[in-house]
């Protein structure tokens, strides 16, 4: 059998304290960057101004690729997770809406106080700790 890859696109979201931004969806106590997958078609950055704007209620002023990462999926098990993360400012105060149940700014100096998704954790904030 195939295994299943999903498709994503992600924002690293700083605030003017070097905290990331990250979301729990409802129904899942895991927590992992804003974006989500992109529609047939669009391209990755139009998908992430889209999510955050549907999720957080945000809107892109800047955007750098940041980094391409895969790791098992967070809340489907047996999957695997692609995503494209880019580095993102924003205009707005997120604000948790649509599927998006909380958000919570995590201090990279210190260990999480949630648990978090595989990508994050082992892929994404490693090399953001490496660039600090």
């Not at 998908?47 to 999720?55: D, F, Q, T, V, W």
């Not at 098990?77 to 105060?93: N, Q, Y």
């Not at 809406?97 to 700014?105: F, N, R």
């Amino acid at each position: 059998m195939r295994e299943r890859v999903i498709t994503v696109v992600a924002g690293l979201i700083r605030d003017s304290e070097g905290r990331l931004l990250t979301v729990r969806k409802t129904g899942s106590r895991i927590f992992m960057l804003p974006g989500g997958k992109p529609e047939p078609g669009e391209a990755d950055a139009d998908a992430l101004a889209r999510e955050l704007g549907e999720e957080l209620s945000v809107r892109i002023e800047t955007l750098q690729a940041f980094g391409r990462f895969e790791a098992p999926a967070a809340n489907e098990p047996g999957a695997t997770v692609r995503s494209h993360v880019f580095s993102v400012t924003i205009s707005g105060r997120p604000q948790a809406q649509a599927e998006i149940a909380e958000t919570l700014w995590l201090d990279l100096a210190t260990r999480p106080p949630v648990p978090l998704a595989p990508l994050l954790e082992t892929q994404v904030l490693p090399r953001l700790r490496a660039l600090d």
